[in-house]
């Protein structure tokens, strides 16, 4: 879906229908796929340090996203595979290694001793997650329109099917 939506449906959107229509993209971690989690706060790291290099970071990484699929991180450290997704934004243009410093785990204790110290993105997941609950998003893809969640939107649409249904709801 984000891939059809980048490259043929928000391109034209502001244009089509002025003043309409509001597009916010929400990243939404699947906790089944345990590299989601690293991929996302990728995604925070790159909104932290160069916002306008999102939507590019985002196509590559959905460019590259077998590579970091459970099978190939599975025989890496988290450090490492961060190491990867901090290489993946120096292509777009970030600073990799500010990416990698608001991704890298710690390896000694933190304040007081703890042990769950997370990362420098740690408290971003948090409001992602806080807000997807909050919106009543589980899954992925999950499309809001007037607040409300719109199952018949399916993540298979072309750009076709979208400017059709965009046609006959946006007024």
């Known amino acids: 879906m984000f891939l059809t939506l980048s490259a ?3 391109s034209t959107l502001h244009q089509d229908y002025p003043g309409k229509v509001q597009f916010i993209f929400r990243q ?15 995604g925070a790291a790159v909104l932290r340090l160069a916002p306008e290099k999102f939507w590019e970071f985002s196509r590559t990484l959905f460019d590259h996203q077998t590579e970091y699929f459970d099978v190939n991180v599975v025989k890496e450290t988290r450090n490492e595979t961060y190491k ?3 290489k ?3 292509e777009v243009g970030v600073d990799e290694g500010q990416v990698y410093g608001l991704l ?11 042990l769950n110290i997370g990362n420098q ?3 971003d997941v948090k409001v992602m997650v806080k807000v997807n ?3 009543g998003v589980h899954v992925t893809p999950t499309v809001l329109f007037n607040g409300v969640v719109e199952n018949s ?3 298979s649409w072309t750009g076709q099917q979208w400017q059709d249904w965009l046609k006959t709801n946006v007024k």
């Open 8 to 10: 043929s449906v928000l």
């Open 28 to 42: 939404q971690i699947q906790p089944w796929h345990p590299s989601s989690t690293l991929c996302h706060e990728a």
């Open 84 to 86: 990867r997704l901090a």
């Open 88 to 90: 993946l934004a120096g």
């Open 104 to 114: 890298e785990v710690a390896e000694k204790p933190g304040e007081g001793g703890s």
């Open 121 to 123: 993105v740690t408290d």
């Open 133 to 135: 609950r909050l919106m």
């Open 153 to 155: 939107i399916s993540s």
